[in-house]
């Protein structure tokens, strides 16, 4: 839940821009956000799924790729974050589909700069 007390802030391209008459020292005054919440519980974020190496092992079989040919997800994205997931473990992603009803989808988990050797 977000408070907002006493001052008026103001949405400026996508970013909010308060007033430095109600700044102290770089700090806002006035405003509680709060530190964590679940990024799953949003309607539009699918379901993310961590599959174990048993799971993921099997998927890659039925699939015949590579871990690395599955496309990518870097492990500093926030649904990779809040699963815990690490470079080279697999996630699963279910959406809803107008069309197809469900649609499974896999992600290889790979760090934030990948190089090529």
């Known amino acids: 839940m977000v408070t ?15 007033p430095p008459a109600y700044q102290n020292n770089g700090y806002v005054l006035g405003v509680i956000m709060p530190k964590k919440f679940n990024i799953f519980d949003h309607v ?4 993310h799924i961590l599959l ?10 039925e699939l015949g790729v590579k871990p690395w040919q ?8 926030p649904a990779a974050k809040a699963l815990g997931a690490k470079p080279g473990d697999i996630i699963k ?5 107008p069309t197809a009803g469900t649609s499974v989808a ?7 700069v990948w190089v090529k050797s």
């Open 93 to 97: 992603i279910i959406r809803k589909s």
């Open 70 to 77: 599955l496309p990518w997800i870097k492990a500093s994205d």
């Open 4 to 18: 907002f007390h006493w001052f008026k802030v103001i949405w400026v391209e996508r970013k909010l821009y308060i």
């Open 52 to 61: 174990s190496k048993e799971e993921a092992e099997q998927v890659l079989k």
């Open 106 to 112: 896999y992600r290889f988990v790979v760090p934030d």
């Open 44 to 47: 539009l974020v699918p379901k």
